[in-house]
């Protein structure tokens, strides 16, 4: 991927005080529950938000499963058609529910959750994030998640939708299991490296290990009364850079600050100057 704002993406997540609402999972079925206030009123909806989206100089977007009001064929296409007039990629439908690993409810999440990259594939996108499991890791857990991933990639066998997982939750709390999964997993689930979900004097370490696998990033920066944390956020470029990762990386924007907007460009300027 060219070294440009091509490699700039914005998730939903970044953006929810400005959508506002959520819409609530309900994993026993395919239904999406009404719709909820969860950060506000908002001024803004998925629909709207392509063409918001480009006039900012932002292309490429992920989309936070919570932010879709419903999985009707009908609303999927009016959103594949708005991300197309406005010349907008969907890189990635993040999947942000589900539980493989559960000993009671693994087999019903896994349903659940290729319930929705059947959605990712109606929409276009070109990855769907899925959580690799929130159980401690134990040879029992990290033996189901791979065994529900594995069903899962099946079921998506020939579709051009790419699965991945990232370093998040507690089943991939540390590099060794990150690396034990997706060694077992041969290359059939890709990796998502996030910056933010782990923290700790081994932090840039253990960013450093998984980093040569990541294919997405989650390029998440702290701001310390209004002003973004260049250290650490610079720090943890240099690990995605020194470890080759050639992808894009996805503003995560989520902090006090008066502005959404004005903190995702305080993260792509930052970016940008970087890789220049």
């Known amino acids: 991927m060219a070294q440009?704002?091509?490699?700039?993406?914005?998730?939903?997540?970044?953006?929810?005080?400005l959508l506002g609402t959520t819409y609530p999972h309900n994993l026993d079925s395919a239904e999406i529950g009404p719709g909820e206030d969860t950060y506000g009123e908002g001024s803004e909806s998925l629909l709207g938000l392509p063409s918001v989206l480009a006039n900012h100089g932002y292309h490429r977007l992920e989309i936070v499963s919570f932010h879709m009001r419903s999985r009707d064929p009908v609303y999927l296409g009016e959103l594949r058609d708005q991300l197309k007039v406005s010349g907008v990629t969907l890189q990635t439908l993040l999947i942000d529910a589900g539980d493989i690993t559960?000993?009671?409810?693994?087999?019903?999440?896994?349903?659940?959750?290729?319930?929705?990259?059947?959605?990712?594939?109606e929409l276009g996108a070109q990855n769907a994030r899925i959580i690799a499991g929130k159980q401690a890791p134990t040879p029992e857990t990290i033996d189901r998640s791979v065994t529900a991933l594995r069903q899962l990639a099946d079921r998506n066998a020939g579709s051009s939708v790419r699965l991945v997982t990232e370093n998040w939750l507690a089943l991939l709390s540390s590099p060794g299991v990150v690396h034990e999964v997706l060694d077992r997993?041969?290359?059939?689930?890709?990796?998502?490296g996030d910056f933010g979900n782990w923290t700790g004097e081994d932090k840039y370490e253990a960013l450093a290990s998984i980093f040569p696998r990541a294919e997405l990033c989650h390029a998440k920066a702290s701001f310390v009364s209004g002003q973004l944390d260049e250290a650490d956020y610079g720090t943890c470029l240099s690990v995605a850079e020194d470890a080759g990762y050639t992808g894009p990386y996805t503003l995560i924007f989520d902090a006090d600050?008066?502005?959404?907007?004005?903190?995702l460009s305080a993260e792509r300027d930052f970016i940008l100057s970087r890789l220049a």
Request: charge should be negative; hydrophobic fraction near 40%.
């Open 257 to 263: 600050h008066p502005s959404e907007w004005n903190g």
């Open 185 to 192: 997993l041969e290359g059939r689930i890709g990796l998502l």
């Open 4 to 17: 440009s704002a091509d490699r700039i993406a914005v998730s939903t997540w970044s953006l929810h005080r």
């Open 102 to 121: 559960d000993p009671v409810n693994g087999a019903r999440d896994t349903a659940w959750i290729s319930g929705w990259v059947e959605v990712a594939n």
